[in-house]
């Protein structure tokens, strides 16, 4: 997809860092976009870099940028993209959810950010926030590469759309949802086309009571965070988008990061501070566990007071010295 010329952010321009428009592709020959982030103050001198993404079905104008252009201010090479089938990258069904294929994406985002002249390959780091957290984890257990890795507001998509929020889905609901999805593709099969599922996030509030949708909606919803080209801001997903998370668990390997550092930060009273602290039991040795006061979810999607980026930059100036 054509890329936008213009700054069109839901944060403002740096003016200590430099910014470029970026394509790569992935193994499966999706072009991904991207926006390169470089501190101005680079004296010739190859830097430590950054992949970011998230969260699960923003764009890169929103808090995965806002995360690499801070940390491009602090002296890292960053690239925050758009997944495959999301935003400006390509890839058809446009808004198509994909395990396999997003967690690869990670990967990408290495290998393009191994071929800027600027970057040190040797010190290369992601940053993975809320879905996409999950997606880093997993394939950071296989992509040595990715010498240290951040999370924020973390979930793992693969665990929720499989049980529900807090593990509640029963297996019968299970099985229903699934019965359903699998007949979705009957009609999908036959008009030629993937059906969209139900609006990520309604268009009001109205008799909205439920406090987890009434937080995403004062993000994604509001002048705050919304972008046209997101699909939380803007549209759905796929309908038979959950059938591959539900058979891929995502954090199986999780160990296998060891010995390199993970950093996971979440909430105080974020809904979804337990997949943080489950994936923390579950990890190896060399992690870290950050719960932050009083926060919510989305209070770490772009709140800059209350994200912690000196932590953030600490954890990475150490582990990609």
């Known amino acids: 997809m054509p890329q936008t010329p213009s700054w069109d952010k839901t944060f403002s321009k740096s003016d200590q860092v430099d910014h470029q428009k970026i394509t790569f592709k992935n193994r499966y020959g999706i072009t991904l976009a991207g926006d390169l982030y470089l501190p101005k103050a680079r004296s010739g001198r190859k ?98 590469r990715i010498r240290a890795v951040v999370t924020t507001s973390m979930y793992d998509m693969s665990r929720v759309m499989s049980k529900g929020y807090y593990d509640k889905t029963t297996p019968a609901q299970r099985a229903q949802a699934l019965a359903q999805m699998s007949q979705q593709r009957w009609v999908d099969a036959e008009k030629g086309v993937a059906a969209p599922g139900p609006r990520i996030l309604p268009e009001t509030l109205d008799c909205v009571t439920d406090p987890v949708l009434q937080m995403y ?3 994604y919803r509001t002048p705050r965070g919304f972008h046209a080209r997101s699909p939380n801001s803007n549209g759905a997903w796929t309908a038979t988008g959950p059938m591959p998370f539900m058979n891929l668990p995502l ?31 579950a990890a190896g040795q060399s992690k870290e566990l950050m719960i932050i006061p009083d926060a919510n979810h989305v209070d770490l999607y772009d709140r800059v007071n209350v994200i912690p980026f000196e932590k953030i930059t600490g954890f990475f100036g150490k582990h990609l010295a």
């Open 47 to 144: 830097l430590p870099a950054l992949a970011v993404c998230g969260p699960f079905g923003a764009v890169k104008e929103q808090s995965s940028g806002l995360y690499a252009q801070t940390m491009a201010e602090r002296g890292y090479v960053a690239l925050a993209f758009d997944p495959s089938f999301t935003g400006e990258s390509g890839g058809e069904t446009r808004n198509l959810p994909s395990p396999e294929i997003n967690t690869e994406d990670f990967s990408a985002a290495v290998d393009c950010l191994g071929l800027q002249p600027v970057v040190d390959r040797d010190r290369v780091g992601a940053i993975g926030i809320c879905g996409f957290a999950g997606m880093i984890l997993s394939q950071a257990a296989i992509d040595k």
């Open 217 to 219: 909606f004062d993000y």
């Open 251 to 281: 954090l199986t390997y999780i160990e296998d990061i060891a010995p390199r550092p993970i950093l996971l930060i979440a909430g105080e009273k974020a809904h979804s501070r337990y997949f943080s602290e489950d994936a923390f039991k």
